[in-house]
């Protein structure tokens, strides 16, 4: 058998890792081609529906194409000028679908490149912002004519998109998420988690609030797509009436949670509103034209019940003081998410605006969230200490109960492992992760580990010198990882 001298085996280990970083630079690549080819695709094929059922529209192939290119800026989320008028009001589902799709794009080459570390997920993430930020800022350059875009705009909300699509995807596989989860308190990681259950709930009350008014204004709706002329033309509208739906989802929040919205110089809310032109689109036929309908006001109960649900959900925190604390981070993550959505779904729409107030809806929210929450946590905690009381009382002439005989071998430090963890905290999904595991090497995981999907970031490792906090729920103790210890990529 012949044996390697370590100069001969140090030189096969630098050729290797040469060759394992060429590899993932080719797939990173791969991904930021792929990711602007399906945005491009997308932006194009919506410009192709509405130049086919449009009545009278020419079909040119060519001119599509290029007017695919200020629609990849609008699905980024850039505001556009369209004969010198300012349209920042922009659709959000497909910016939705081209972030869950770079999100997955992202999934696919941790995967394929066998990314576990946060050290390694922040290369992909600037590589793809940056590569998107310079195509939006090139196209912006590039426009001339009736559609026009700011260099800067296009630069930070290209650059901004792709970015926050690839940490998405990159959160779980590279240990992002667990690296978030080894730095707070337990309570606060339970207020994060109860406040995602605030925003999602959030959600489903805008999104409750506008199949209301679908339903109540179906025969607006239908008469505006009347108006239209053709077949084609009311398509269009329909088409336009989709792409907008996660906007006007938002603003039925809005519109529960008492703020309202504005569009132009009409002022809708459930309490009271202000007449005004509204432009001839089947999304706004359903506005109620005579001020608040009468299930107006039922709208506004839906954001205790989101409140409700985040209080539900702070109740595995221990201790009255540390759920208030859980309370306060839930309400403060929804209301972020709701002030967020509310500033993307706004903006100039020509002469007008369309205006969700985003300051006003924050501040709503948070107090429709905190309050119930805080009430949900107090009560509940009162009557676990009741009933904590009434299970300590033993009643007058009761013989106690005889004590259960210890297990020896549980008592015996001699009898257990030595080698093994007191205690294993669970990782963020739920997962156990051992006290002294170590990030998995490179070279290791390429010479015999499975790359399967089922691999996730909670695999980062908890340095024996960390600090110890309780999981939330009492589920173990938590054990800090030391960036310094994560290799390069």
Request: charged share 15%; net charge negative; aromatic share 4%.
């Amino acid at each position: 058998m012949t044996t390697l001298d370590p100069a001969e085996q140090h030189a096969d280990r630098s050729a290797a890792g040469r060759s394992g970083r060429r590899v993932r630079w080719r797939l990173c690549a791969g991904l930021i081609t792929a990711s602007l080819a399906l945005s491009y695709s997308l932006s194009a094929l919506l410009i192709v529906i509405v130049a086919a059922t449009a009545t009278g529209a020419p079909f040119d192939p060519v001119q599509l194409l290029v007017a695919a290119l200020p629609g990849w800026l609008v699905v980024h989320q850039t505001a556009i000028s369209v004969l010198g008028a300012p349209l920042s009001v922009l659709p959000l589902l497909p910016t939705a679908v081209t972030v869950l799709v770079t999100a997955e794009a992202a999934g696919v080459l941790a995967r394929r490149s066998r990314l576990r570390r946060p050290d390694q997920a922040w290369p992909v993430i600037a590589a793809l912002a940056l590569v998107h930020a310079a195509a939006g800022t090139a196209i912006a350059l590039l426009l001339r004519g009736p559609v026009t875009a700011l260099p800067v705009d296009a630069f930070l909300s290209c650059g901004l998109t792709a970015g926050l699509a690839a940490a998405a995807g990159l959160a779980n596989r590279c240990g992002l998420v667990y690296l978030l989860w080894s730095r707070v308190d337990a309570q606060v990681w339970s207020g994060l988690r109860a406040g995602l259950i605030g925003f999602t709930a959030l959600v489903g009350a805008g999104a409750a609030v506008l199949l209301v008014s679908i339903a109540a204004g179906a025969g607006g709706m239908v008469d505006s797509m009347h108006r239209a002329g053709g077949a084609g033309d009311a398509f269009g509208t329909v088409l336009l009436t989709v792409l907008y739906l996660p906007n006007a989802v938002a603003a039925g929040w809005t519109f529960a949670a008492g703020t309202g919205f504005t569009v132009g110089g009409a002022e809708i809310g459930p309490l009271a509103g202000a007449p005004g032109l509204l432009p001839d689109l089947p999304l706004l036929a359903v506005v109620p034209a005579e001020g608040p309908a009468l299930w107006s006001f039922a709208a506004l109960l839906l954001p205790p019940v989101v409140g409700l649900l985040v209080g539900n959900g702070c109740r595995v925190v221990r201790g009255l003081t540390a759920r208030l604390l859980a309370v306060v981070v839930a309400a403060v993550v929804t209301a972020l998410g709701a002030l967020l959505v509310a500033a993307l779904s706004g903006g100039a729409l020509g002469s007008g605006a369309v205006s969700l107030h985003p300051g006003a809806l924050g501040v709503a929210t948070l107090c429709w969230v905190a309050v119930p929450a805080a009430a949900v946590v107090w009560f509940t905690e009162q009557a676990d200490s009741a009933l904590a009381e009434a299970e300590s009382v033993v009643p007058e002439g009761a013989a106690p109960a005889d004590p259960v005989p210890a297990d020896p071998v549980s008592e015996d430090p001699a009898g257990q492992d030595p080698g093994a963890p007191e205690d294993v905290p669970d990782g963020p999904g739920g997962t156990e992760v051992a006290a002294d595991a170590d990030f998995p090497d490179d070279d290791a995981a390429d010479a015999g580990a499975a790359d399967t999907d089922s691999e996730r970031g909670g695999e980062l490792a908890a340095d024996d010198g960390g600090s110890d906090a309780e999981e939330p729920g009492g589920r173990g103790k938590r054990t800090g990882a030391d960036p310094a210890e994560f290799d390069s990529w």
